[in-house]
């Protein structure tokens, strides 16, 4: 009689997130393209706990489509962090030793779960237990791993140092970068330099203009690290109302203050054991700067209300679209916190100096837009012609990859056509006035000018972007703009009839 086949894994971000991104995942991929169907899946899961149903149904449904109906079984795994090398060695220990005393034929998942998870696989599988390895990637599918060694069992007794090296040299970290492809030399090296600095829990500033995809390059590396399987938390800090910085950073005990009716978790207890990402640091202000520097220091937070700290296991991508080093000099950021997040540094250089990345990032942004407007009624797919990319790229886009995504969205809308010409883009294109045409140019006094009208202009365009980026906080868009008193630019707003309508 056959031995039942099982798939034992991890449960990975790209298996919970296949349903919704329209993939399969690397466990559906592989009960789908395995030689022969598995009887059961065994899945281990430390994360994601409120969505194992629904993950449940849908692969129990994915495999009843293919005609591979099998038993689909979870087990909640507590671990510390994404790191807890004997808490991982412990649940796959007791696993492997139930599933072999059944006597059945195991396969191990080398795909989903962190490096750290992939390790003990690849020491418990191979050294120990005598099992099936295998991995799957959209490149390559459905691949079985075969070692040309066994792994001693007393390599066990050192496996924090051997599970830190396999997990350094993970092969898989570009898959979370294929996304972000580049033809540009900077951002080349710039996309290098984070697939280094996603293996290393190290915390990272991301510096670049507004829409040069500092979010999308975070994701990637939290993705590619050790962390993977565990929260992203994206926090903009610019939006944060200024006088409940601390409570949604740290969180807040019931009765701390007028409306905190019951407790409540920080960003800090949110991403516990994963990655926070503070868009916009530069908005934090110095108090809220000196307690973050402290809650990096000593590793725990103290909830707003709170009699005792407890402990904390992030990792921090701070990015920001300002210089930092320069609010610095200023005194508007504190040099010591600066140093503490800038252990991994980069820079993403603005789209206008990666022109020769424009046409594929259009093709890309074009195929995201059909998909994700595919089921939108009366909505056809469109391509996109050679004179409306070379038009887009003799454009600056001052902001960036979001307003060029902006710019493709409105001429798909309004277009009835299945393929946007350069007329459909410039139709689409957000008319700038002479205030933003203009800026760090020198217009022609010869001609006459109307300085009071260009100063107005700057004005205007100035006030909006500040209140769009501190989501129309006035003291916050004040400080942006080196102005002592919002009161005067609750002034200069009603003067030059600024409406909430426009930021």
């Known amino acids: 009689m056959p031995k039942t086949r099982i798939l034992l894994t991890w449960l990975g971000q790209q298996d919970v997130l296949a349903e919704e991104k329209g993939v399969e995942g690397p466990v559906a991929a592989i009960l789908a393209s395995a030689e022969w169907p598995f009887d059961e899946v065994r899945i281990l899961a430390n ?11 849908w ?20 671990l510390e962090s994404p ?8 649940v796959a220990r007791e696993e492997l030793d139930h599933l072999a005393a059944n006597d059945v034929r195991i396969t191990l998942n080398l795909t ?15 050294g120990v237990y005598g099992t099936e390895l295998v991995q799957t990637s959209w490149q390559s599918g459905l691949s079985s791993i075969e070692l040309p060694f066994d792994i001693s069992l007393e390599y066990l007794h050192h496996q924090d140092g051997l599970l830190g090296q396999i997990a350094s040299n993970a092969p898989d970290v570009d898959v979370h970068f294929d996304h972000i492809q580049t033809h540009s030399a900077t951002m080349g090296e710039t996309i290098a330099l984070a697939k280094r600095i996603a293996l290393r829990d190290i915390p990272v500033v991301i510096q670049g203009d507004s829409g040069t995809g500092k979010e999308v390059v975070a994701t990637a590396i939290h993705q590619a690290s050790v962390r993977a399987s565990e929260p992203f938390v994206p ?24 409306g905190a009716v019951s407790n409540r978790k920080g960003v800090f207890d949110q991403a516990h054991g994963g990655t926070l990402f503070l868009d916009e640091v530069g908005e934090l202000p110095l108090d809220a700067q000196a307690k973050l520097l402290r809650v990096l220091q000593e590793k725990e937070v103290m909830p707003v209300g709170a009699s005792r700290a407890h402990k904390t296991d992030v990792r921090i991508i701070a990015a920001t679209h300002r210089d930092l080093l320069a609010m610095v000099e200023a005194g508007d950021f504190r040099e010591d916190l600066f140093y503490r ?17 424009i046409p594929d990032l259009v093709r890309r942004l074009m195929e995201q837009l059909n998909q994700e407007a595919r089921t939108q009624p009366g909505y056809k797919s469109k391509k996109i012609s050679k004179n409306a990319i070379n038009f887009i790229c003799s454009q600056p886009w001052p902001g960036n990859i979001r307003e060029l995504w902006n710019t493709l969205v409105r001429a798909s809308v309004w277009s009835d056509g299945d393929c946007l010409e350069r007329h459909h883009i410039e139709k689409a294109m957000i008319k700038r006035g002479p205030a933003v045409s203009h800026l760090g140019q020198r217009r022609d006094v010869s001609q006459g000018v109307d300085i009071s009208k260009i100063v107005d202009e700057t004005k205007v365009y100035y006030i909006k972007e500040a209140l769009k980026l501190t ?9 942006l703009l080196g102005i002592s008193n919002h009161q005067t630019l609750s002034n200069w707003i009603n003067q030059l009839g600024i409406s909430d309508t426009d930021y």
């Not at 790191?83 to 412990?90: A, E, H, R, V, W």
């Not at 989903?112 to 191979?126: H, Y």
Request: glycine share 10%; charged share 20%; hydrophobic share 40%.
């Open 59 to 78: 692969l129990s449904k994915r495999m009843a489509g293919l005609k591979r109906p099998l038993k689909i079984s979870f087990r909640e795994a507590a």
């Open 235 to 258: 926090v903009n800090c610019g939006a944060i109302p200024e006088g409940l910085v601390d409570s949604h950073l740290f969180g807040h005990v019931k009765g701390a203050f007028t």
């Open 341 to 357: 997040l800038a252990v991994g540094l980069l820079s993403l250089p603005p789209l206008r100096s990666r022109q020769e990345d």
């Open 471 to 479: 989501a129309g906080q006035k003291v916050k868009a004040a400080r």
């Open 112 to 126: 989903s779960g962190t490096p750290a998870m992939i390790a003990t696989w690849l020491l418990l599988g191979k």
């Open 47 to 57: 994360n994601w706990l409120d969505r194992l149903e629904q993950y449940e149904g």
């Open 83 to 90: 790191i807890d090398y004997s808490g991982i060695y412990q």
